[in-house]
């Protein structure tokens, strides 16, 4: 959906940010993603990474077969401030994005990415919504924004912090996981679909492999619960790769220093 805001919840360690790369691997190469049609897009997708250094993020990407690292950009932001709050490098990153062709942002996380003094604060948490869409959707042109938010404590299918989380998104991927098996199961609300999508059944998942963190479809637990299994998913399409073919790969990358945030 165009102009669309989605969010990607779950705990600590529970592989939001994994599950959100398996997006961007199905945007950009056109696999279905966890029984989801997707439609490949044409253009790139942006990262503004706060939880996580650059190099890393293309270290995973890297693991997906298909993938164009020239297709992908990623602001740098961990543990170096806040570029969206420092104007000439917002206009940067918005025009060399613009001249990419960047459709999809993708924001890892909101809580690093907010510099108020309380995320409680529904006023101070829309507020921060607003200014994250209207450089996403505006100032880049992108047509949706991807924001990975942490779940509250004891509480997986709740947002951290304000409820201003629920009701700004137009779809929630919730990532559950069970701390005795350490399976995930992925489910997904749409509450502003565009016309002729439909709603996704829960798809359990393995655990992250631990080299290269990407996580596999568990096929029979998907056929136990009674789900309906892709050709692609069957066919193991977000397996992990061999290691010969994890290339590093060249990214297009923002690092800067912001003392002041």
């Known amino acids: 959906k165009e102009d669309s805001l989605s969010l990607v919840l779950g705990a600590s360690g529970s592989g939001k940010s994994t599950i959100a790369r398996q997006m961007v691997n199905s945007l950009l190469t056109g696999d279905d993603w966890l029984g989801q049609r997707s439609d490949k897009i044409d253009g790139a997708v942006g990262v503004l990474s706060y939880d996580m250094d650059a190099s890393m993020v293309f270290d995973w990407v890297s693991g997906f077969q298909g993938v164009d690292p020239d297709k992908i950009s990623v602001v740098n932001a961990y543990k170096r401030g806040n570029p969206l709050g420092v104007a000439t490098m917002r206009a940067q990153i918005a025009a060399a994005w613009r001249d990419l062709g960047v459709e999809v942002v993708i924001l890892d996380s909101f809580s690093a990415s907010f510099f108020g003094s309380d995320q409680n604060d529904a006023g101070a948490t ?18 949706a924004l991807v924001v990975i938010v942490h779940s509250a404590p004891n509480a997986q299918g709740r947002a951290r912090g304000s409820t201003v989380h629920h009701d700004v998104a137009d779809s929630i991927v919730t990532v559950a996981i069970d701390q005795k098996t350490r399976e995930r199961t992925i489910s997904m609300v749409k509450y502003r679909a565009a016309r002729g999508q439909a709603q996704m059944n829960p798809v359990i998942i393995t655990a992250p492999d631990q080299n290269t963190h990407l996580v596999s479809v568990d096929v029979g637990a998907m056929a136990l619960a009674g789900l309906d299994i892709s050709p692609s998913l069957a066919a193991g399409a977000f397996a992990t790769a061999p290691p010969a073919q994890h290339a590093a790969a060249q990214p297009t990358t923002f690092d800067f220093e912001d003392d002041d945030k």
């Open 126 to 143: 829309m507020g921060h919504y607003r200014d994250l869409k209207l450089f996403a959707l505006t100032e880049v042109g992108a047509k």
